[in-house]
């Protein structure tokens, strides 16, 4: 670590996977002080929510076992940055000062107010509380009662895989392809599994309402089910926009391509709320890692009166799970685009375990050692933060 004598306050708004991995690694000098300002205690691993939701794994973590020493966590949440005052102001009504941010806010899943009946009855997977919500829904009904996933993406995938591993009659309702970011032979995998596993896939069903026990598609076509789930969508938190900060059509932060705000160069954005030059990176817990790491690096580089490096990043692919004994590897160039080349069944399964556990494994290593992230060997590190959904 580096020894200096002038101390530097900085705030990351947001503890998941970006924003726990940069708190950590902003340590490698000794004159920052880092606050995180997280609205949960536990850090969650959100890309095992599928599982929290099928009862087989509880995804929330102690803090005390990511966090270096001496990050401050407040639990709270930032209700807005004021650029003048260098202040985020949070929600108890507290204020923290800062001379950097990290706004690592994340994303959220969007049940659209536009279909009618899907806020009501509709239930989400895409953070922890929807998902303890939908998970004891879950146990109270019969082991036979139909569900409805709505989303053909990786994390509807996911969710009905799960469910229909425990053999409960699941319908996958797409909206249009099947696990469109996979190629041919990703879609094809996906498929054959769901198929044999006995989960009915709809790829040009679009829900039009959601009742209390069907889902109404555009066609007319009513189907029957117990419990719908819905995993279409994205949203980010607007505390960006609520800050005066300039943000992109979904709300994300518009930074430089060295994830600093375009509007206040003491803000640098990581994880799915960046959207640098506007041209925003998949929104995944690969990306947030990598992110996070970059973030991370921009502060201390300005600190250090240098030029933060411009944002690299080096996908390796997709690792879909499908229940706990089965998965679709895909991979794919650099820039993520999907190739050809698929790897499906246990061994797929063995690394989506392995990455899931690498994505938490990476935030411990910068607890103990900040700065042991080394980006150059981009495969080996990209996989270290886990290329899941």
């Known amino acids: 670590m580096v020894e200096h004598s002038t101390l530097h306050k900085v705030v990351v708004i947001g503890g998941g996977y970006a924003g726990t991995l940069a708190a950590n690694r902003l340590r490698m000098r000794t004159d920052v002080r880092v606050t995180l300002v997280n609205s949960r205690p536990k850090f969650v691993e959100r890309i095992r929510l599928h599982q929290f939701v099928a009862g087989n794994y509880d995804a929330a973590v102690d803090y005390g076992t990511l966090l270096g020493d001496d990050v401050q966590l407040v639990v709270d949440n930032a209700t807005r940055i004021d650029t003048a005052s260098r202040t985020v102001e949070l929600a108890s009504g507290r204020t923290l000062d800062y001379d950097y941010v990290i706004y690592a806010v994340g994303s959220t899943g969007a049940v659209p107010a536009s279909v009618p009946g899907a806020v009501d009855f509709a239930y ?50 797409c909206g249009g392809t099947l696990a469109p970011a996979l190629s041919a032979a990703g879609r094809r995998s996906v498929a054959t599994w769901l198929s044999e596993h006995g989960v009915t896939v709809l790829e040009a069903g679009v829900v039009a309402e959601v009742r209390r026990d069907a889902v109404v598609l555009t066609d007319g076509s009513v189907r029957q089910g117990a419990l719908t789930i819905w995993t279409a969508g994205f949203g980010v938190p607007g505390l960006a926009a609520a800050s005066g900060l300039r943000v992109d059509a979904l709300g994300r932060l518009l930074t430089d391509e060295a994830l600093v705000s375009v509007d206040d160069d003491r803000i640098v954005a990581a994880g799915d709320a960046a959207s640098p030059s506007g041209r925003p990176l998949r929104m995944s817990c690969q990306a947030a890692g990598w992110l996070g790491v970059q973030a991370a690096d921009a502060v201390l580089s300005r600190i250090a009166g240098t030029t933060p490096a411009v944002v ?27 190739l050809d080349s698929v790897l499906d ?3 797929a399964a063995e690394i989506k375990e392995e990455l899931c556990r690498r994505a938490v494994m990476g935030i411990t290593m910068e607890a103990r050692n900040p700065g ?10 990209a996989a270290g933060m886990a290329a899941a959904s």
Not at 315 to 336: E, K, P, V, W
């Open 312 to 338: 690299k990043m080096v996908f390796n692919g997709s690792c879909i799970s499908l229940g706990r004994h089965a998965g679709t590897m895909q991979y794919s160039d650099q820039d993520d685009t999907p």
């Open 345 to 347: 069944g246990p061994k």
């Open 124 to 173: 989400s997977v895409a953070e922890f509380e929807f998902a303890e919500r939908l998970r004891a829904r879950l146990a109270e009904l019969p082991a036979d009662a139909a569900v409805t996933v709505v989303g053909g993406g990786l994390t509807g995938i996911e969710t009905a895989a799960e469910l229909a591993e425990q053999g409960r009659a699941v319908t996958l309702v």
């Open 372 to 381: 042991v992230i080394v980006l150059k060997n981009a495969g080996q590190e």
